[in-house]
């Protein structure tokens, strides 16, 4: 709860994960401590075996520790997977504008009293009768988290918070008070790394041994790690931790009342929070609705390999700094889902819309088993619908269509992240299936996209044509992966700023017009790359420097690199 509350404050962020020190101090405490448990209930267990028959008596008496190892450790993978962050939940049950259901703030803070809740509910004395109907209602709730959507899906979560904290005390009672800790601690830690490598394997099933059969396998895990929890919730003796604490507080007064300070402790936890959030969505709200009216507006793409630099540190602030520089009225973020235990299981979307005071998209859900696609807008998302394209060989490629209101004036947007470029049936289905995208949008549309193909290929050729849109720069020939393309709309510039060690991949920018007459309008066709025979207002940020050929390959400094900037306008 602590570390819950903590993220809350960080905005969805670990402190403890970015400090060398504070990670040093943590690993020490815990180290000392497993040691110190082992070691003690090793002389526990030799002095008693010194009176006649006591072992026997222990042994009958104590939990199995190979089945407490296993449900303490699938439980501590189920608490860190879907309720590690108190957004994780919105991110599984997320679907499309308007009716995304749940955001993470501050419908977060429901998660947070679930939580609470179960904690509350684990000091009561729970019949055999009951504890198999209220774990009936955990599996129940983890099936409808998996299979229901947007509200529904956060209430099947929320009841799964319940009883998830629930069996907490209970199960961490028994896995402490096992005869042989050393072999229960091995238990539950190789089940909570199996766990977690499967969990990897779900979703990297393709850049991974033997993930074939693994993939997209979630259902699975969670079915296992409820069998896990379910076998140690429901046998054996009945030994929690508050049961130890009173045994233990015969010469401690301070423990007769443990349970009244833990409960105390606990919701000024809670409150801590809920404060949090509150205070982070009021001034979220403030910021946003803050785009002028205008006619001109610019797009970005940017796949940021969830939100980590190349050093391995997180780089939400640099990338903020980034975005904000650019000036991007509205900007997609590939490789964005960064709500995986393995990833970090925070939230860059909500990180960022909150610092740059953007409207937001997220999607497809966690539990669709993609790297996940962010929208940024600075002004309004009308709706939007999330797509998972055909991906039959390869790994699971996201997309969403938008619409996007520019002060009156509507403008689709059709973002994608296509598969592997070894995956040649995957990359034209598609191809095909965004191009269709495209093609059914209004006659005003731009797509920014991520394809594994080259300028001229297949796949291009099938979005120009099919699809009825224009590249923003055909001459741009040195492209892989990114590209900008738009319909109904005029071109005015086009960029692209090296990732300076914050990404691996470059930013591109294009900054259009939309005209007053749609069915009367010329479009730029002549390249220019002198700012000075353009209006000022169509300018790139000179922060990222002038014109350069070829790459930049300081990086130390984020600059116009790969022949560009280029300006648009027509010719005389």
Not at 39 to 45: A, K, L, M, P, T
Not at 467 to 482: A, E
């Amino acid at each position: 709860m602590m570390l819950l509350v903590l993220r809350i404050w960080y905005t969805s962020l670990n402190p403890v994960w970015s400090s060398q020190a504070a990670n040093t101090v943590v690993l020490t405490i815990g180290l000392v401590a497993a040691a110190e448990r082992i070691y003690s209930v090793e002389d526990e267990r030799k002095q008693g075996a010194n009176a006649t028959g006591n072992t026997v008596r222990k042994a009958v008496s104590q939990p199995n520790w190979l089945l407490s190892g296993m449900a303490f450790g699938s439980l501590m993978f189920l608490t860190v997977w879907i309720f590690g962050e108190v957004s994780l939940i919105s991110r599984w049950a997320v679907s499309g504008h308007p009716h995304t259901g749940p955001d993470p703030n501050p419908y977060g803070g429901t998660v947070l009293l679930g939580l609470a809740h179960g904690l509350m509910l684990s000091f009561w004395s729970w019949s055999s009768v009951a504890s198999f109907a209220w774990f009936l209602i955990g599996i129940a709730s983890s099936a409808g988290l998996l299979y229901l959507h947007t509200w529904s899906a956060a209430v099947a979560g929320n009841i799964l918070a319940v009883f998830t904290m629930c069996v907490w005390p209970q199960l961490a009672g028994r896995f402490v008070g096992c005869l042989h800790p050393g072999k229960a601690m091995s238990t539950a830690m190789f089940t909570y790394v199996l766990e977690l490598f499967f969990c990897v394997w779900c979703t990297a099933y393709k850049f991974v041994p033997g993930g074939v059969y693994a993939r997209e396998s979630s259902h699975l895990l969670l079915g296992f790690i409820m069998l896990c929890i379910g076998l140690g919730f429901l046998t054996g003796s009945k030994k929690d931790l508050n049961s130890i604490f009173e045994v233990k507080s015969d010469q401690k007064p301070f423990f007769k009342k443990s349970t009244e300070y833990i409960k105390l402790l606990l919701w000024l936890f809670v409150g801590a929070g809920l404060l949090g959030l509150g205070l982070r969505y009021r001034t979220y709200e403030k910021k946003l609705g803050r785009g002028v009216p205008k006619r001109d507006f610019s797009a970005m793409i940017w796949p940021f390999r969830f939100a980590y630099d190349n050093e391995g540190w997180s780089n939400l602030e640099g990338s903020a700094t980034l975005l904000n520089q650019t000036g991007a009225d509205f900007i997609t973020v590939l490789e964005s889902d960064a709500s995986k235990p393995f990833i970090g299981n925070n939230d860059p979307t909500m990180w960022l819309g909150e610092r740059l005071g953007f409207y937001t998209d997220f999607g497809p859900s966690t539990r669709d088993h993609t790297w996940g696609i962010m929208a940024l807008s600075r002004y309004p998302i009308v709706k939007s619908t999330h797509h998972l394209l055909p991906s039959p060989e390869g790994e699971i490629a996201p997309a969403i269509s938008m619409t996007v209101n520019f002060t009156g004036r509507l403008i689709d947007f059709v973002v994608a992240h296509f598969g592997n470029e070894e995956e040649d049936l995957d990359r034209k289905l598609q191809a095909i299936a965004v191009s269709k995208l495209l093609k059914t949008s209004s006659k005003q549309v731009v797509f920014l996209g991520y394809v594994t193909s080259a300028p001229g290929s297949r796949d291009y050729t099938e979005l120009i044509e099919n699809g009825n849109v224009q590249d923003i720069d055909s001459t741009d020939r040195d492209r892989w992966c990114s590209y900008i393309m738009y319909r109904g709309v005029i071109r005015l510039g086009y960029a692209r700023i090296s990732h300076a060690g914050l990404s691996d991949s470059e930013v591109q920018m294009a900054k259009f017009r939309i005209p007053d007459d749609l069915d009367n309008y010329v479009d730029n066709d002549r390249i220019v790359t002198d700012p000075s025979q353009v209006p000022e207002d169509v300018h790139f940020n000179p922060r990222f420097g002038s014109y350069k050929d070829g790459h930049n390959y300081d990086e130390s400094i984020h600059h116009f690199h790969m022949s560009t900037p280029k300006y648009f306008k027509q010719t005389n």
